[in-house]
């Protein structure tokens, strides 16, 4: 049944065009998005501007480092944003890829000597159109900068002073652009796609680690450049956990199967939960699949009502919606995690929908998850997961994620 | 040829038992390890040593994350040490892992409010086994811990100074115990079988990127818990490429192929380097590859010399041999890294050896590459890298990677 569903939407890999399709769109709108980064260096006093995040370079610069690569590639990939340039690090290892993805910016082959090239990177670095002024207040991406490397920079260039910036780049990427969009759309789709592909090999007897490894292959060669995360696939009393790598526990009859996964398509992430139900579900089981549905329903009817309102509804108040259902069924003590998350180029990033998020406005146009769970320790779990797109301006709310909600059995 | 050769080294995935074997050894060691540390904060008047980097923490207290892991966890794995304790910190959702992987270690639940904890954290610490004295000066890994978290930590506890310290813990890790040079062997072994167990689908028309998916599900599902790094397959003059990841460039007949690549078994990696040439290799392929192989065959030799004598030569001097070799040849320009990178829990670790490492006596016992390559710049590359285990102390030099390193046809 499942499968007769899904079979029309079988996810087309991207394909080369894709790839350039977004690459070219990227390139168009990289202008809009360092004008607003610059926009903010000129409020706050700041004439460049120094990053380490791989995201926020791929963002700004158009490099782009696989997950973790940025531990092996030393300085390549940081970069620096003056008013009028933009500066990307590499050592002889990514210069190509570096003059490749970044035609618009000036390359700098830099290697282990970078702290003592740092006045000279700075001091070459025109702050303006006109090439007036010097360098002298360098915002720097704090929370991803080591403590050891801001004290190299400081004293390398005593005369430089170190701003301390947490959040800018990061607050511009939760709103998105049409081909930031497409990706989190089509890398939805290869997930929706294997999961599908996935169900006839789900069995009692089957081992968690199994089915995990499985699930992996069927993204990775079917349009997955890479995974968003490594899949989570949780058996019986084991979905109540709220963190858990695969085991070679085996799956059983009569228990819950909670799979949490994304892929990666030309570097947008997708991320669903479903939780499937091996033979004859129970009756326990599927009341708490019931309720978590409603619960579900009830933030996306939320969304739906701000949506059609052109309204702009708190991050809390649409957690809420989902939580009262919860709470009013006495599991509120059960569902202990935040609503959703806003996905992109990481697979956490802002907005984020909580109890604990400080209260604002959800922003748009953007894209997060919406995903209750009830967890009873020690017997079972359920969590349902689903990417939205959400921009009241336009009424557009877009569910992105297509394999079924209702309650699926399998290997019966 | 190759397969009747490497078919009686076929890899035994590690049995349940070998890990716990592995675990055992580490729980043993662990006293020993933190004993170094603590001798050296001793001699330099820390009193407590605060670690983020996941390899140190699992070095020093047995808490396992997985490589990137530590992206999404937070504090969950940093730790604390004194004179008299060890504190691990875990979020609610790494708790349980933390209580069955550190049964030695007082673990914390902290979350979000870290910073707001510390000073209590601090001020909990037992400083001694007499329990007198108080937490003041605290070693902090300052390579790994962002500028932002070590601002917001100085002004959390004003009255505990923070010292900023690089390399102690990565300093003892080079030096092995037994039991780690036996899942460095075995991340060998599985490597090994994997690429014996790849070469049948090896043949023209072939890309890159279904080479290396290939190879990394060999790993994956024949005994490696996960990729010691993304496999690096390049063909013909992409082999010249000193880094890139596998493309859709289809393998040709008549030219070089070389994999790049390794495996983690108990959270220790191997890595390997085999080029292979697709059907009637050229001359100049071939010339180059015996160049490669007699420059690996001296460095090895200078090993076996120092460890019959049971001398420690330079880091330098080992590099020296293969590179002598290869400039005697007119290639000096053509070999642009160093020769080799020690192993463990982290893929590149100390020590390092090459031209531009500081010069120093090999410790022993140690586990490192040895890789020599020549890169003629949009013709070809050759590259052979082994794992060898040196300890002069005992006259022992054992080579850990056993794919054959003569000349390999295939798809022929």
Redesign the interface.
């Known amino acids: 049944m499942t499968a007769a569903v899904l079979g029309e939407r079988r996810a087309v890999p991207p394909t080369p065009a894709d790839l350039e399709r977004w690459r070219a769109a990227d390139a168009l709108a990289r202008p809009a998005r360092l004008g607003r980064l610059r926009a903010r260096m000129d409020a706050e006093g700041i004439d460049a501007y120094f990053g380490v995040r791989r995201e926020n370079t791929r963002y700004l610069t158009g490099f782009a480092l696989?997950?973790?690569?940025e531990k092996?590639a030393g300085v390549s990939g940081q970069f620096l944003i003056s008013a009028d340039e933009v500066v990307v690090l590499a050592d002889?290892?990514?210069t190509?890829?570096a003059r490749d993805e970044c035609p618009d910016a000036r390359i700098e082959r830099v290697y282990?000597d970078f702290s003592e090239r740092w006045p000279q990177l700075v001091s070459g670095l025109r702050p303006s159109a006109s090439g007036n002024g010097q360098v002298r207040r360098i915002g720097?991406e704090?929370?991803?900068?080591?403590?050891?490397?801001?004290?190299r920079l400081a004293s390398a260039a005593p005369d430089v002073e170190l701003v301390?910036i947490?959040g800018w780049v990061e607050e511009f990427r939760q709103t998105k652009e049409p081909a930031e969009f497409e990706r989190v759309a089509a890398a939805c789709s290869v997930a929706d796609a294997a999961l599908e592909a996935l169900l006839p090999a789900i069995r009692p007897g089957v081992t968690e680690h199994e089915l995990a490894?499985q699930l992996e292959?069927e993204m990775?060669?079917n349009g997955a450049e890479a995974l968003a995360?490594?899949v989570a696939c949780l058996a019986g009393e084991r979905a109540a956990?709220?963190?858990g790598?695969p085991t070679s526990r085996e799956v059983r009859a009569a228990e819950v199967l909670l799979f949490d996964f994304g892929a990666q398509v030309g570097g947008y992430r997708s991320d669903m939960t479903r939780t499937l139900f091996v033979g004859e579900p129970s009756r326990r089981d599927l009341d708490v699949y019931q309720l978590v549905s409603e619960a579900q329903d009830a933030a996306i009817s939320r969304l739906a009502a701000a949506t059609q309102a052109g309204e702009h509804p708190t991050n809390r108040s649409v957690d809420a919606a989902a939580r009262d259902v919860i709470a009013a069924a006495g599991h509120g003590e059960h569902f202990?995690h935040g609503l959703g998350h806003g996905i992109g180029l990481a697979?956490?990033e802002a907005p984020s929908l909580g109890r604990?998020a400080p209260e604002a406005p959800l922003p748009s146009p953007t894209v997060f998850s919406v995903e209750p769970g009830v967890y009873l320790d020690g017997m079972t779990g359920v969590r349902i997961e689903d990417l939205v797109i959400f921009d009241p301006d336009t009424h557009r709310l877009e569910r992105l994620t297509h394999f079924p909600r209702e309650v699926t059995v399998v290997g019966a």
Do not use: C, I, M
């Open positions: 696989a997950e973790g690569e092996v002889s290892r990514y190509l890829q282990n720097v704090a929370g991803f900068v080591a403590f050891a490397t801001w004290k301390p947490e490894l292959w990775r060669t995360f490594d956990l709220p963190h790598s202990g697979t956490h604990l």
